[in-house]
């Protein structure tokens, strides 16, 4: 097991354990467990028996009282709804400021939870397993928590960061292929806008973590985990710019998950989005053909089934981009690349430019 412990500067110490097989987590972070009243374990209702004796062999019963709350499944948890059943459990079982949440689940759980973390008492401390190869490089870490609105993605929330967060590649053992191909969107995102070797590692492993590899995901959650808590550690609640370009891929990305109603996994729509985005810097002449060849191909090794779910309407797709929340009261805003590595923020990309872009990330 690696430990990682680093400073964020609203929060202070933020914590995190990365392994595979790991067992009783509370022994090894005594002061955040023995101070707790009760504690929730927050799972998704579809997440399979073998999700939940890893959480519980991480997590033994203990004399503290123990709640278990099953959310949703999947995109479905992340409603202000089931942000507002979870805080009213919480309440209904005497939860205080001193108790805490444990989110075991994919990204949709992670942030569901750590919105209502955030939200209850006006925050308790919670603990993030991210149990999806997504979650594990990026969602169930750095403290953001959102609920979707109206359709459009994570437009209510809050940033809240899990006092510790334990990712256990072992969870990974039981996740269909499916779901390691939608990580391993994510995966290919910090190989553009991340350092060179870890780029290089990505490149590396990706063809054999997209097959279930052990070693191969262990190997790509260790790096990207340390990566964006890294990042996160730099520029917690988006103030500094250090942690818009791990945005890339997803303004386009967030509005085809919305045009296809929730049914994209959402790495598959960040790399279609990141597709987007890699053919509006080349048209803008930012990112060099040869480039766009390469990072373009790095988007083909995860051989993308059809997007038969995104409905075809540019004008919605349009409206969809202007109103993602990094828009920022530009008519949007995108991040493109000047070179693998080097991303750049841009507003108000023409809509012809977008077509082009929304065409050619369906393909
Ligand atoms: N907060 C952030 O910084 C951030 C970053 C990226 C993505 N996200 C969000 O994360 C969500 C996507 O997360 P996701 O890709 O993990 O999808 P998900 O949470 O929807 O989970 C996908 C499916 O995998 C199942 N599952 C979870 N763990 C499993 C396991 N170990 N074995 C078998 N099945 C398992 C779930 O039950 C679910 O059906 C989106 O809502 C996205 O907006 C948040």
Not at 89 to 104: E, K, P, V, Y
């Amino acid at each position: 097991m690696k430990t990682f412990s680093f400073t964020v500067k609203h929060t202070g110490t933020v914590k995190a354990a990365l392994g595979r097989n790991m067992e009783n987590i509370p022994a090894q972070f005594p002061a955040l467990f023995s101070g707790a009243d009760k504690v929730c374990l927050v799972t998704g209702s579809d997440a399979p028996p073998s999700l939940r004796a890893r959480a519980l062999a991480l997590f033994p019963e203990s004399t503290t009282p123990r709640f278990y709350f099953w959310l949703p499944p999947s995109e479905k948890a992340k409603t202000l709804e089931a942000a507002g059943e979870l805080c009213s459990f919480l309440f209904r079982h005497g939860f205080s400021r001193n108790s805490l949440i444990i989110a075991a689940g994919g990204g949709a759980v992670t942030d569901l939870a750590g919105f209502a973390a955030a939200i209850y008492m006006r925050g308790i401390n919670w603990v993030s397993v991210p149990t999806t190869f997504l979650a594990q490089i990026d969602a169930g870490l750095g403290g953001k928590t959102a609920v979707n609105l109206g359709g459009a993605k994570n437009i209510a929330g809050a940033f809240h960061q899990p006092a510790l967060a334990v990712c256990d590649t072992a969870f990974l053992d039981s996740l269909p292929h499916a779901e390691l191909r939608s990580g391993a969107g994510e995966l290919a995102k910090y190989a553009m806008v991340g350092p060179a070797s870890l780029r290089r590692a990505i490149i590396k492993h990706l063809p054999k973590a997209i097959t279930g590899d052990k070693t191969a995901l262990t190997a790509c959650v260790s790096a990207c985990a340390a990566y964006k808590l890294s990042v996160v550690a730099s520029d917690e609640r988006d103030e500094t710019g250090a942690r818009e370009p791990l945005n890339f891929g997803h303004t386009a990305g967030h509005a085809l998950e919305a045009l296809a109603g929730g049914r994209l996994p959402h790495g598959e729509a960040v790399a279609r989005g990141m597709r987007a985005a890699l053919i509006i810097s080349r048209d803008m002449r930012l990112l060099p053909a040869p480039a766009f060849k390469k990072l373009d191909a790095l988007i083909d090794t995860l051989r993308l089934p059809a997007a038969k779910a995104v409905r075809r309407d540019f004008d919605k797709f349009l409206a969809l981009v202007s109103r993602d929340k990094k828009a920022r009261g530009a008519g949007n805003r995108f991040i493109l690349l000047e070179s693998a590595g080097n991303p750049v923020a841009v507003e108000n990309v023409r809509a012809p430019l977008l077509k082009k872009a929304f065409e050619g990330a369906l393909k």
